[in-house]
């Protein structure tokens, strides 16, 4: 039987903030309307996903800043910035200004890499530096430190009449570094997260190690306890789940065809890396709880970042996050937030 003596502590979402590339504010204003209602609801956090050159959500940290200003307790983070796309001494300067504008709220999710069809951008991006730029885990590094006040130069201080310099990045928000967290998709990065300090994002997707099964809850289950054997501490798990409490019969009828569209990706290991996909879930609260109750991967969290669909409209979306924060997450033991 499922071991449900850890309730869920902490229940979030995630969206990609979809738009219409030829009216692209309602999109936007929808986006911030739905973080508006997750805080109504007492969720704990939103998550916003970072798409390049596509029609959701490119700068996660505008959006984020627009949020601070219309929530006043709902944390705010990205899942995730690739930072093959990012200066990391540009972005420690946006996250910190924004988190001081937040209060302190923002976590964010970052992953490392070669960036998405690269070959196809690459004479944007880096027009001069294409062939020399790091993409590893030291540019995790690097922002880390920019982000805990790391010195950046030795100039400093007043200089001539008005200009005052400061030898670190600027504003310095006490606290942002602590809560850097690393998309991790291997045993390895996972592992590595919990030895450099960072809180660890696992999403629908991960690759198993050359001698593992191809199970995608036991895969993830052992990351994420390799991670906290590494020292990490804080883990959460963002599976799709769509609940139908309140749904429609056109709508539970769209959301099940959903669903059925990407099964097919779940049935084996995709790709060179053998990577693996996890079933969405769809159905009653109640029953999505019973499946993720039994899901080796949920049961080593007690924090979630539930991922939204990529293609609804705005009434799914506020109805599938009602019945997430009314019916999906206290069958899971979780408690809303507070204002």
Known sequence: MPDRSRPLRRLGFLTIGLFDPADPGPGHEATLSLIELGEELGLDSAWLRHRHLQFGISSPIAVMAAASQRTSRIELGTAVTPLGWENPLRLAEDLATV???????????????????????????????????????????????????????????????????????????PGLRERLWYGAGSLE?????????????????????????????????????????????????????????????????RYRAYVAERLPRTRAPQGPRGMLFAPDLVGTSEEIAEQLWAHAGFREVDEVAFALPFSFAPEDYAGILTDIATRLGPALGWTPAQD
């Not at 696992?202 to 036991?218: K, L, T």
């Open 99 to 173: 988190d001081v504008l937040a209060g302190g709220r923002i976590n964010p999710g970052v992953s490392v890499g070669t960036p998405m069809q690269y070959d196809t951008v690459r004479h944007a991006l880096y027009p001069d530096t294409a062939e020399v730029e790091d993409f590893s885990k030291a540019r995790v590094e690097r922002l880390a430190r920019l982000l805990a006040g790391e010195r950046v130069r030795e100039l400093e201080g007043k200089q001539g009449v008005v200009e005052e310099y400061s030898a670190r990045v600027e504003p310095h928000s």
């Open 189 to 253: 990065s996972a592992v590595w997260a919990g030895e450099h300090g960072l809180h660890l994002l696992s999403s629908s997707v991960i690759f198993p190690g050359p001698d593992e099964e191809p199970d995608f809850a036991a895969v993830q289950a052992a990351q994420i306890r390799a991670f906290r054997a590494a020292g990490g501490t804080r883990a959460s798990q963002g599976l799709v789940v769509i609940p139908t409490d309140s749904a429609s019969a056109a709508q539970e009828e």
